[in-house]
């Protein structure tokens, strides 16, 4: 059965066995070019550690905002002097005189900077208090504060924009720090020029499916001990500059790739190789036979507990959205936010939320947002806080007061059925307008007192949810690799044919669904796809290549996406020897980083690969001491804020009170608009149409053949391998993967955009125990989402219970002739 597939993937070993000069003959143009700049950097140039992607994409936009990373020291790294570099561009329309970047670390104000609004990149540097940075996670947020020039509408915030610079933003670490040099320091890695995380395997020579099958496990542990949240993998020869080098085999396979390096004992092995100049830091697997590979595998699989500073630990809940499995109170603070005064006209924050992938999204109950804060006297009559899930608007909130007002519990309701499996962004908007700024004077650049408060000691509370998955749901799979890894199942990796392109961009999707599950999926590999009910399947391949029986099945069908890609050629078998290279991705240029685009897909043709850039290219011109810099404090404690604003709104009994009052009418206000929307709600699904257009770059679908995780076939398809390995590296970006939803999605690889098609059919899976309880709340949210029904069921038993009474009336009692 595998015949074909052990041929090519030996073809596909022979290609890129392990010798110098075949491996310096395969290297990227690109990357040489890079490393020989790097060897004509004088010698004590410092190192860039670069700060990973994530889902905000390095772009602080509105009057505020605040990005937040989880940055892994190793002991040495933060013994060392630190000196953080930051590049960025900004809109033209930022004010310099009133608008600043704030620099934290680990709850610490370290510095604080006027925005300068220039034509070109602007590159900064700042000291790193000595002891500050503790071995493992630190917490680094970098924050905005942006006032526009000439326009104080609520509509110009939308112009403000800075643009942070992957490629020159991190952490300069001394000349000679060589990085990670043991397993437990592999998160100390340094992302690439866009913050993902390169990975290449090495495959020995004569490679079996087994080996492949091994590289899956390994890099499914290394995504995970490194809480990577955009790894790429390829497969070829060594590589140099960011990332890391997976060397998986037995000792007499991979001596020609480490010399003697590899060693000469019997027992299975894994250790790391530090960086060199010409290569990447290098994770060896090896033992003598495939048992010992297996044992030496397994060390990598168990993990370590992550260490670090408690606010680095905080944000690496944060970062991957808190985990929240209902009925349950979680503070802002725990979630990324932090307390803020605000002087502006539009206050936004926002933070994420990731919800079991088996919770039941209807309206049968609410989550509550009880926010502690306040607002300034002298606002005008449409003041207001309205609060998004998703990018919906759910709930609005008047500021009625012309006095202000100081709060502890300001409750705004958020319907459940806003929210989806998986991961979720609410964000927290107050516009805050003054008579004052229809004139939008001179005077605007002054500092204004503040007029919002938000304190993180604000939490959010959900009750109890239901607990069954519905499939398909491309969200669930996305968020938390369901039911690719809940199948009772073994689960298929299917590749039809697995040429380099496709392998890599199969193995790029595996990586980034066990960062979402939080554990490692076995995948058995193999070129096609199990019969119904022998387990889940995620299948990666050319849709030449595909089944069209599959393609049919799954809602897909050669006919659309030979319209949306032209004829698609015949199956081409083995295409390990003469698959194109794809060519080297271009750097971002200042215009590029001036487009809203995520930074794996700008400026990237189909047939695109990511450029591994070297963490050590020379070092731009910078300012090492900004003359602009102003001395960074941070907000007073919580006690002391409230204490303020309740003497700046003037908090009298009186005005207690009459807030009492508003409370009520406003409580009372929002139970009737619940009660009637109960009746008056009705879902419509959205007419299911084909997504794929010429734009389009990689197709995903998803369809369920027998209501259980062994039915789920999960499919990702691309014109051609190239194209298939491009659109997997930009579909992975933490700002595009967290879109995925529906039963079909297609990707346009250009800017990111996805456009989706639901499941108007989706069948239930049992997850939990169906407790009273748990089928109490499926039965209401059920309901909920077929209000058709329950109107009739409720109209139903109205007439039973009239026509019960009318009888029971004629039939009880003495009766009167």
């Given at each position: 059965m595998f015949g074909a597939l052990r041929s090519t993937l030996c073809a596909a070993a022979l290609a890129?066995?392990?010798t110098p000069a075949l491996a310096q003959a395969d290297a990227n143009p690109a990357a040489v070019g890079a490393d020989a700049s790097s060897a004509a950097a004088p010698a004590s140039a410092p190192i860039l550690r670069r700060l990973a992607n994530n889902a905000a994409r390095f772009r602080l936009a509105g009057e505020i905002a605040s990005i937040e990373w989880a940055i892994f020291l190793t002991d040495a790294q933060a013994g060392g002097p630190i000196r953080f570099r930051l590049g960025y561009v900004t809109a033209v329309s930022v004010m310099p005189e009133a608008s600043t970047l704030k620099l934290t670390i680990n709850d610490t104000p370290v510095a604080t900077m006027q925005i300068l609004a220039t034509p070109q990149e602007r590159v900064v540097e700042f000291d790193v208090p000595a002891s500050l940075m503790k071995p493992g996670y630190n917490a680094v947020r970098i924050s905005a504060d942006q006032r526009h020039r000439v326009d104080c509408s609520l509509a110009a915030t939308y112009e403000l924009w800075t643009q942070i610079d992957a490629a020159a933003t991190g952490l300069l670490l001394p000349a000679d720090d060589r990085g990670p040099a043991s397993l437990a320091d592999l998160p100390a890695l340094s992302p690439d020029d866009r913050g993902a995380m390169p990975i290449r395997a090495v495959l020995p020579s004569h490679a079996t499916k087994e080996d492949v099958e091994r590289v899956l496990r390994a890099i499914q542990a290394i995504a995970l001990a490194g809480r990577f949240a955009q790894p790429l993998v390829d497969f070829g020869p060594p590589a140099d500059g960011a990332g890391l080098n997976l060397v998986i085999g037995a000792r007499t396979q991979i001596a020609g790739?480490?010399?003697?390096g590899v060693g000469s004992s019997a027992e299975?092995?894994?250790f790391m190789q530090p960086a060199r100049p010409n290569r990447r830091a290098t994770l060896v697997v090896t033992g003598s036979d495939s048992a010992?590979?297996?044992?030496a595998l397994s060390e990598l699989v168990a993990g370590e507990a992550p260490k670090g500073a408690p606010a680095g630990l905080r944000a690496i809940q944060a970062s991957a959205g808190y985990q929240i499995d209902g009925g349950q109170s979680v503070q802002l603070r725990q979630m990324g936010v932090v307390s803020q005064e605000f002087s502006g006209r539009l206050f936004r924050a926002a933070f994420a939320i990731n919800m079991p992938t088996d919770f039941y999204a209807a309206d049968y109950g609410k989550a509550i947002l009880d926010l502690a804060g306040g607002y300034a006297p002298g606002l005008r009559g449409e003041a207001e806080i309205a609060v998004s899930v998703n990018g919906r608007e759910t709930t609005t909130l008047r500021l009625p007061r012309a006095s202000g007002e100081v709060y502890q519990h300001n409750e705004v309701p958020l319907p459940l059925g806003s929210m989806k499996p998986g991961l979720n962004r609410i964000e927290i908007a107050a516009e805050l307008p003054k008579p004052e700024d229809a004139s939008c004077a001179a005077s605007a650049a002054a500092p204004e007192p503040p007029r919002f408060l938000l304190l993180d000691s604000s939490s959010l509370t959900l009750p109890g949810i239901a607990r069954i998955a519905r499939s398909p749901d491309l969200a669930a799979t996305a968020m938390g690799a369901f039911p690719l890894n809940g199948a009772r199942k073994p689960t298929a990796l299917v590749v039809p044919a697995p040429d380099k392109a496709t392998l890599s961009a199969a193995a790029t999707l595996v990586a980034r669904l066990a960062g979402a599950s939080g554990r490692v999926t076995d995948y058995t590999l193999t070129p096609a796809p199990p019969a119904t009910g022998e387990g889940s399947a995620l299948v990666v391949g050319v849709a030449a290549d595909l089944p069209p029986k599959l393609l049919e099945a799954i809602g897909l069908s050669k006919d659309a996406l030979a319209a949306a890609w032209g004829q698609l050629p015949a199956s081409s078998g083995d295409r390990s020897e003469d698959s194109p290279q794809a060519p080297a991705r271009k750097a971002l240029t200042g215009a590029a980083l001036r487009r809203d685009r995520p930074l794996s897909c700008e400026n990237a043709p189909s047939s695109a690969r990511p450029r591994m850039v070297s963490s050590l290219d020379p070092a731009p011109a910078v300012d090492r001491a900004p003359v602009n810099a102003i001395p960074a404090k941070g907000l007073e404690p919580e006690?002391?804020?409230?204490?303020?604003?309740?003497?700046?709104?003037?908090?009298?009994?009186?005005?207690?009170?009459?807030?009492?009052?508003?409370?009520t009418l406003e409580w009372a206000s929002l139970r009737y608009r619940d009660g009637v929307g109960l009746f008056t709600r009705r879902f419509v699904a959205p007419q299911a149409s084909t997504v794929l257009t010429k734009r389009s770059s990689l197709a995903i679908a998803q369809a369920n053949f027998d209501s259980s995780p062994d039915g789920v076939v999960t499919l990702v398809t691309a014109p051609n391998g190239p194209a298939l390995l491009a659109a997997a590296t930009c579909l992975v970006d933490p700002g595009v993967w967290q879109n995925l939803n529906g039963r079909i999605a297609a990707l346009d690889a250009s800017d990111g955009s996805i456009q989706s098609v639901p499941a108007e059919h989706a069948s239930f899976i049992v997850t939990a125990p169906l407790s009273p309880a748990n089928a109490r709340l499926i039965a209401a949210g059920w309901l909920s989402l077929n209000s058709d029904i329950y109107v009739s069921l409720a109209f139903v038993l109205v007439l039973l219970l009239a026509g019960s009474t009318t009888w029971f009336v004629r039939n009880v009692g003495r009766s009167h002739e």
């Open positions: 890129v066995a392990a790739v480490l010399g003697d299975p092995k894994i010992q590979l297996d044992g006690s002391s804020l409230i204490a303020q604003w309740n003497e700046r709104v003037g908090d009298t009994l009186t005005a207690r009170t009459l807030r009492g009052f508003d409370n």
